[in-house]
Nanobody, 122 residues
Framework: QVQLVESGGGLVQPGGSLRLSCVAS????????MGWYRQAPGKQRELVAV????????DYSDSVKGRFTLSRDNAKNTVYLPMNSLKPEYTAVYYC???????????????WGQGTQVTVSS
């Protein structure tokens, strides 16, 4: 069993900052990638940023490129998303995603966190 637990969401004024965190735990053999998606009201879930463990490359959506910088602590199976200069259009539920090889399954699977609400409003 693999669990992803997010934290750090909340209500912030436009121009403010938040830092999302996600910790993966459980019967983990290897984490291939970790990152974030978001889903705004009435819209489909979309990529924010995802980082590959091997090579350390990170893909960002055009809407956050240059604004957000994803980071990881591989020793702690943790991914962070510091978000600065937030805009109301960033209001969404932010979901952590991880590509994991669990020890009992021994093949790559995607796991999702429960989501954390980010609301940008004055």
């Amino acid at each position: 069993q693999v669990q992803l637990v997010e934290s750090g969401g909340g209500l912030v004024q436009p121009g403010g900052s938040l830092r999302l965190s996600c910790v993966a735990s459980g019967n983990i053999f290897h984490i291939n990638a970790m990152g974030w998606y978001r889903q705004a009201p009435g819209k489909q879930r979309e990529l924010v940023a995802v980082s590959l463990t091997s090579g350390g490359s990170t893909d960002y959506s055009d809407s956050v490129k240059g604004r957000f910088t994803l980071s990881r602590d591989n020793a702690k199976n943790t991914v962070y998303l510091p978000m600065n200069s937030l805009k109301p259009e960033y209001t969404a539920v932010y979901y952590c995603i991880a590509g994991v090889v669990p020890r009992d399954i021994w093949r790559l699977r995607s796991y999702w966190g429960q989501g954390t609400q980010v609301t940008v409003s004055s």
